[in-house]
């Protein structure tokens, strides 16, 4: 019989005298909770001293938890959004204000307290349940789900930091966050913030709403679940993710096996009980879903492998949208169809006459469409009837190569349309039905097309590319609706919508998987003609006052902003006709020397805007640098030469040349006292050399000094002019005595410092910029792009031993280190690893990125000695 609950809670079998109402005091309990919370909640509740520590390193977080969040507090938190979607739609108009009210103010807040008491996952998923029903069930809701979902892409975003430093969600993510945003226009008020962040140039923006963090290489593949719930992800580091597609979260730990193999497609059984996996050796495996466990002994197959440096999923394996069959290339440039369960070829389709490169299926699983080269740049596909065992067509293309990835072609959901991307970037639309072509141009990506999928409707067809980026393309009329979405820090494999055709899945080369939300773009219905420009160089004033920054267009390339008293919009310098390659200010602060393409250098006068033309390398510039005593200019060219010049005259003093400059030059610094030069040339290992020169007589006094795998993109003198620092692509830093260094052998940092501190130790991104402020005859930092943490600390400071006298480094999560337990700030993952540019002086540092984002950051505050009130002096942020 039904329990007492159920019985109370039914009015047929209680009566009306004994009925509970459950939605009436759901509604209660909702209005209660958000009473309590904005009753409580507020900046800094635990009152913490120490914002550098994460959650679990601070001392007594149980006792300060007891002691300043109530119990009704925690069950508010984590209980509201529950309460919410269990109340009557027709009541919601009762809790709209208090909940647009709880968004506005508390909603911040509201995460830090459910991060310290460790609610965030249970807080989440309500919270994404509610925003769920409400779209379902609430009519005129459109406002409050724009609200919701730039709190849920919030979330995403800045979901590594929100879970581990409670404080830091006010410190680092709030003034992060893309300026459109409603976040942070409530909450990001930038005079009072630990974190001053300016953003500029291409406007930051956010495409995607959540990242899925798991694998550890490429993803390749996706499927969705029967029920549409979950979604299944395949990988090159040889594992299987389950996730459920509302939370975002993993279900169970990765399907793997030892002696696996780097996955190429995945599927679902049709009961959803099963998962099917398919490895590029050909392997077939079954696993059961819930337990892990692999159910049969894996089938292999005679499949065709790319055994090709790849730039995709490495062979051309596809199930069925029944998950009955599967269908992949041969080595005999056939298609074969198997049996999933037994593993067994059942049928071969007729033979192409080259590799099939691509295969796609039709919606009902009858129709396949395979796709090869021919010999001379055309493609072929071939349409087969999988029931009657017949060709349905045979399409020959001209001059158009299809791009080399197995995923690049789909039906319709109608099956009546056939769409595939060429190498050169048109899409093709083949219509079964009347037998035609339509081939759409489109300049939107940069590199081939590497997968393509249709929305469910068969509306809409989205691509992505090698280039990093989707883009969303109107089936009908071949337009863009959206030209770009990016967010992706490598190629991207694989594509799929998901139910409702409103949000889009992605894998990368990146290890991740993102959800995109395309329900703006297509609700705008307008084609989408925003460009972004890489940035190519930047350089901030020594003064602190003017950020000056290079575009790779090739006109309007050159661009200065000043910072102080107020940001304002950025001025163009015109004079170059190529991209800026390189920049520096000039010590006096009232010069800007610009490098460039077009193989000139540029002396521009800070306040007036007009510039002097310096001519004389015969190919592109490549490095500058201003002399200290302001008298003389250096740079560097692909010709193979230094050349110094005389800033007033505009005069070649003196070119160096030799065979220590045999290849282009790529990094040039001064000595503090102008008598020396250090140059780094060469791309390949036996090219690149670290030479130390004589100013004056242009003699060669130390070197050529190679060690580094790759370009050595930074260098520098110690302030002792003893030592020579150079930073590379290779993500190292190595020092050199040069004066006595033996030839090619960077000296071990043990050997001259006492503290015996290993900084020539591996890092994730290469230094951009190594550098020295000299006036106090003290080394006051070195920049990295990002820096694991055993080569941290008091590698920056040769001279002194002072924590003063550092400035931060990046370590490979983001956080931003003053030493190894201090962490000043969080950057978010797709402006630190998008950078193009990089620049630093004082507690300002530059970046700009490849999409057009130029981020300066003012950690003044933050650089400062720590308090026990610093952190409360920023609460007026909020006020």
Not at 101 to 121: A, V
Not at 539 to 553: E, H
Not at 637 to 654: F, Y
């Amino acid at each position: 019989h039904p329990s007492f609950a159920d019985f109370m809670t039914h009015k047929n079998r209680c009566g009306e005298k004994f009925w509970i109402n459950t939605s009436k005091h759901h509604l209660q309990l909702a209005k209660h909770c958000l009473q309590v919370m904005k009753q409580h909640l507020c900046f800094n509740i635990c009152h913490l001293s120490d914002f550098t520590k994460m959650n679990d390193e601070i001392e007594n977080l149980d006792q300060l938890i007891e002691q300043n969040i109530p119990a009704e507090l925690k069950y508010a938190c984590q209980f509201w959004a529950e309460h919410v979607v269990n109340i009557l739609p027709d009541d919601f108009d009762l809790l709209a204000d208090a909940i647009n009210g709880f968004l506005r103010i508390n909603f911040i807040n509201w995460l830090e307290c459910s991060s310290l008491c460790k609610l965030l996952k249970s807080c989440l998923s309500s919270f994404q349940h509610m925003s769920h029903w409400i779209s379902q069930n609430v009519s005129q809701s459109e406002s409050l789900l724009l609200i919701l979902r730039d709190a849920m892409q919030f979330l995403t975003i800045f979901w590594q930091p929100i879970t581990l430093c409670a404080i830091h969600i006010h410190i680092s993510c709030v003034p992060f966050t893309p300026r459109d945003s409603l976040i942070s226009k409530w909450y990001y008020k930038q005079d009072s913030a630990l974190l001053k962040v300016y953003i500029t140039g291409k406007p930051y923006t956010v495409d995607y709403y959540r990242v899925l963090e798991g694998h550890q290489k490429a993803v390749t593949s996706f499927a969705l679940s029967p029920d549409g719930l979950e979604i299944i992800s395949g990988s090159l580091d040889k594992t299987v993710i389950i996730w459920n597609v509302i939370t975002g979260e993993m279900i169970n730990q990765p399907l793997t096996r030892d002696k696996a193999d780097e996955i190429s497609a995945v599927s679902y059984s049709p009961d959803g009980s099963k998962v099917y996996s398919r490895s590029v050796a050909g392997r077939t495996r079954v696993w059961d879903k819930n337990t892990g466990a692999s159910l049969r002994r894996p089938k292999r197959n005679n499949t065709y492998m790319n055994t090709s440096k790849m730039i995709t999923a490495p062979s051309v394996n596809v199930f069925s949208p029944d998950r009955l069959k599967l269908a992949f290339a041969s080595i005999s440039c056939r298609v074969l169809i198997a049996d999933v369960e037994s593993g067994a070829v059942i049928q071969q389709l007729q033979k192409h006459i080259n590799t099939v490169c691509a295969i796609a299926w039709s919606p009902d699983s009858s129709l396949i469409v395979s796709a090869s080269h021919g010999y001379l740049g055309d493609s072929y596909f071939v349409v087969s009837n999988i029931e009657t065992k017949s060709t349905i067509d045979y399409v020959y293309i001209q001059s158009h190569a299809l791009c080399e990835t197995y995923n690049t072609i789909a039906f319709s959901p109608d099956a009546t349309t056939i769409v595939f991307a060429f190498m050169s970037g048109i899409l093709g639309f083949w219509n079964l039905c009347t037998k035609t072509l339509s081939l759409k141009h489109s300049q939107c990506h940069s590199g081939h097309v590497t997968a393509i999928a249709f929305s469910p409707d068969g509306k809409y067809v989205v691509s992505a590319s090698q280039d990093h980026s989707l883009t969303i393309w109107n089936a009908t009329t071949g337009d863009t609706i959206k030209k770009t979405l990016t967010g992706h820090l490598g190629i991207i494999y694989t594509v799929i919508f998901l139910p409702g055709g409103l949000q889009i899945a992605s894998g990368s080369d990146d290890t991740t998987v993102r959800f995109w939300d395309i329900q703006p773009y297509i609700q705008a219905g307008t084609k989408d003609n925003n460009e972004s420009d890489t940035i190519t160089s930047i350089a901030i004033s020594p003064s602190g006052s003017k950020i000056v920054y290079g575009l790779k267009s090739s006109t309007n390339n050159l661009k200065i902003l000043n910072i102080l008293p107020q940001h304002t919009q950025a001025v163009s310098l015109k004079g170059h006709s190529n991209p800026v390659t390189a920049l520096s200010f000039s010590h006096s602060r009232s010069h800007i020397l610009s490098g460039s393409q077009d193989k000139t250098l540029k002396l521009w006068n800070c306040e007036i805007g007009n510039a002097v033309s310096l001519k004389g390398h015969s190919n592109p510039v490549t490095a500058l640098s201003f002399s200290h005593s302001r008298s003389y200019i250096l740079s560097g060219s692909r010709d193979k030469t230094l050349k110094l010049w005389n800033c007033e005259t505009g005069n070649v003093i003196q070119t160096f040349t030799g065979s220590n400059l045999k290849f282009e030059i790529t990094a040039l610094a001064f000595s503090s006292d102008d008598l020396y030069i250090v140059s780094a040339a060469g791309r390949a290992y036996r090219e690149r050399g670290i030479t130390v020169w004589d100013t004056i007589t242009g003699s060669i006094l130390g070197g050529p000094f190679r060690a580094h795998k790759i370009n050595i993109t930074s260098i520098a003198f110690s302030c002792d002019l003893q030592y020579v620092y150079s930073g590379s692509y290779d993500c190292s830093i190595k020092l050199w005595d040069w004066r006595s260094a033996v030839k090619d052998e960077p000296i071990n940092p043990d050997d001259i410092m006492a503290s015996g501190i290993d900084y020539t130790g591996e890092l994730m991104f290469p230094p951009f910029k190594i550098g020295y402020e000299v006036g106090d005859a003290s080394l006051s930092g070195m920049v990295f792009k990002t820096l694991s943490k055993r080569a941290l600390l008091a590698a920056i400071n040769a001279g002194s031993s002072s924590a003063e006298h550092l400035l931060p480094v990046v370590d490979q999560s983001g956080w931003v280190l003053r030493s190894e337990c201090q962490r000043l700030c969080w950057i978010p993952k797709d402006l630190r690893n998008r950078l193009a540019a990089f620049d630093i002086c004082g507690p300002l540092f530059a970046s700009g990125s490849e999409n057009g984002v130029i981020v300066l950051l003012d950690a003044s505050a933050l650089l400062e000695p720590l308090s026990s009130n610093s952190i409360t002096a920023s609460a007026s942020m909020y006020i």
